[in-house]
């Protein structure tokens, strides 16, 4: 297929801009200045990486655009917008139209959803998937292995609107079902599980399910059985591995040999 | 007015697309392979119609892009995606920067709204209204005539991540209420309304309204009256016709001619 | 910077388009025909101004491009959509991709979020502050100094689908917190805030809080100390004034100096 790979001479690339080996930037992308894509990366068209801070407009002689990396290997899809003074890391992945402001760092291997948007200056670890439409507010901390899905709200200002921003915490293999609300400065326990369209203002201990406005803990997450097989679901490292570390090798199995390294 | 109708020069046309009469491709639109679009169809500006499926990433060389049909006199707004390997019948309507990904079926004269985020592998009848930012999942099945409102969520995992995928499905002349969700296998039945910030886990009967968190049945729909003038509102094709089959007509008139048909 | 400021030569521009002294407008940008554009107001990358509305489908002949303004000094963020026939005031900001329709009517030193999605046929203030996503429903009025955050509804229909339209007023000072459904025809009162995830369907009281689905109220605005120091937050402007007109002044000083005039 023509216009798919390669540099698009539609594209329009700024100063410094480094580019690994057979990186592709697709029809009418724009790269600003120092952004380093790293190689076999596929950026789709209509992107805009680099974007300049909002500093620019108030002193554009002293601006200097600072530097966006993006791992290796890596899937752009056409329409995202990732801002100078973010780091990806190797193999991300994201859906069309997605936002990533200034101040992101971004882990290996994370996948997010099209139509989020990362408002910047937070944290996100290694193997997270969000889904669509995911909103993650300034301050956020977002463990290896957490799934979010869309709609979600990661809030940080406990009394809007404030300069108080206290960020919410999700812990590692915590999922959050589509269009809950995490309230400020609350943490999302380890192995946890927030059912659809909670609105969760205390923390969620490690291994419960909360559901509800506001949320309660319903049930340990070791109750909830496969509607498939009755087998027992959670943690779902156990269950479920596409596109995980442990894929084809078992989670426990795959754990005990990281571990012992 | 320029730039409006036509094929704009700044478009980018991939080989084997068949447009028929008088289509339009707007400013810096992309067409890849195999893509048919029917006579007096509008394709706005940014958009990218046959984007192709994930499969493309992994081998290049043995890639063949699916078709993606679009049916005569459509109107397709500017910065919409739509991937390769979709149908999407006669007199489709769309917003901006709409998503509908692969596998997706889609009946004549539906309307689709601004953001909204059809994840493909799904079934939507003929005059089906999404207003904006609407996401439909995987195996969901939405049938003629349906109306959902915006931030409304079609789920399909009943206990994510899992590889198990129960879609949703709603009956004809159904009404979903703005921000609800509803949870994987539910079926919303037929001329049934379900009201905004809905949390819907249990089938919802035909001609009855619920509303809440979790959602329970609160009414019949016969018992809901107009604010503007007191009578009857529901079955709501009985008060309203607007782009309607029975614009004009009537609906039980209609309704039964073409029932005698 | 290159590519940043400037009229860019991928800009595709109409006719009877007026420009103010040193505005940009980014790459790919389409500005159709009488746009009128303040001094100084930056146009990002990809935007589509003046976008015509529906009746250029069914009547090209006759249709002409009402004018859509844009105030002096204005920041529009790359991606985003703004129908003719509306008028921004000075001082506009919003992010990427935002949508405005037909009919808009916004006051000056408004900031919109990315991804809102403005209906049109509204009237929104002075110093009004949407977070990304908010969604706005035709004859909506948002009075000045009103805070809406992430995927906020504002409805109209108050028995979808119908022909019956009773929009939302949010009154001065207003704060309505993420995931909140405000229904048809309801007043959200000066000074009140309405909590996350809230489904208002009543009238909100100047000066109270409301939570829930569906919504009560739960305390007085004075009741909220600060999570940082234990002071009183609420009426917010006299503990936050970040961009407003009595920043660095003081809410009671300039709020006396300015009643005076």
Chains 1, 2, 3 share one sequence.
């Not at 600003?32 to 790293?38: L, Q, W």
């Not at 269009?179 to 609350?186: D, E, N, R, Y």
């Not at 049930?219 to 087998?231: F, L, P, V």
């Amino acid at each position: 297929m023509k216009n798919v790979f390669g540099i698009h001479p539609t594209a329009v690339i700024g100063d410094n801009v480094r580019l690994g080996d057979g990186v592709t930037v697709g029809a009418h992308t724009i790269v600003y200045d120092n952004v380093v894509i790293g190689a076999g990366t596929v950026i789709g068209a209509h992107c805009i990486l680099g974007e300049p801070n909002v500093a620019i407009y108030s002193d554009v002689e002293s601006y200097r655009n600072p530097v966006l990396t993006i791992g290796e290997g890596s899937l752009i899809r056409s329409g995202t917008i990732l801002y100078a003074g973010s780091e990806l890391g190797a193999g991300f992945e994201c859906g069309h139209r997605v936002t990533i402001r200034e101040g992101a760092s971004i882990g290996h291997h994370v996948r997010i959803g099209t139509l989020s948007d990362i408002q910047g200056h937070c944290e996100i670890g290694n193997y997270v998937r969000f889904h669509s439409n995911v909103h993650v507010g300034h301050k956020s901390t977002v463990k290896d292995y957490v799934w979010i899905f869309p709609y979600v709200v990661l809030t940080n200002d406990p009394h809007p609107p404030s300069e108080t921003l206290l960020g919410v915490t999700v812990e590692e293999f915590a999922v959050i079902a589509t269009m809950s609300v995490i309230l400020p400065g609350v943490t999302v326990g380890r192995n946890s599980l927030v059912g659809a369209s909670s609105m969760v203002r205390k923390d969620v201990e490690p291994e419960t399910v909360v559901a509800g406005n506001p949320a309660k803990t319903v049930a340990s997450i070791h109750d909830i059985k496969s509607r498939a097989d009755g087998t027992a679901v959670y943690p779902w490292p156990e269950s479920f591995d596409r596109g995980m570390p442990w894929q084809g090798i078992g989670f426990k199995k795959w754990r005990d040999s990281a571990e012992s390294q």
